[in-house]
Nanobody, 123 residues
Framework: QVHLVESGGGLVQAGGSLRLSCAVS????????MGWFRRAPGKEREFVAA????????YYADSVKGRSTISGDSAKNTVYLQMNSLKPEDTAAYYC????????????????WGQGTQVTVSS
């Protein structure tokens, strides 16, 4: 079992920055791929970014590439999503997710999901 708790969302003006955090717990989470997804009102859930605890490859949606960075801190058992140059279209509920298989995660087929944290970007 893996437990995920997001934090760090809020209201920010366009052009600003936010860092989302995902606190991770569980017996075997270090072997899991970790990702961030988002869902805007009236829209489908969208992949944002993914990584692994080993610090290997990272993956980003085109919509956030160059503006966002996903990273993990093994000492704190936390995965971060640093978002810069935020746009109103980044407004969404952001969810942390984990799965033992990266391909499954990229397909949104995640075994574990957090409860979400709201990000609102004002114009």
């Amino acid at each position: 079992q893996v437990h995920l708790v997001e934090s760090g969302g809020g209201l920010v003006q366009a052009g600003g920055s936010l860092r989302l955090s995902c606190a991770v717990s569980g017996r075997t989470f270090r072997s899991y791929a970790m990702g961030w997804f988002r869902r805007a009102p009236g829209k489908e859930r969208e992949f944002v970014a993914a990584t692994s605890w080993s610090g290997g490859n990272t993956y980003y949606a085109d919509s956030v590439k160059g503006r966002s960075t996903i990273s993990g801190d093994s000492a704190k058992n936390t995965v971060y999503l640093q978002m810069n140059s935020l746009k109103p279209e980044d407004t969404a509920a952001y969810y942390c997710a984990a799965d033992a298989n990266l391909v499954r995660l990229l397909r949104h087929e995640c075994d574990y999901w957090g409860q979400g944290t709201q990000v609102t970007v004002s114009s």
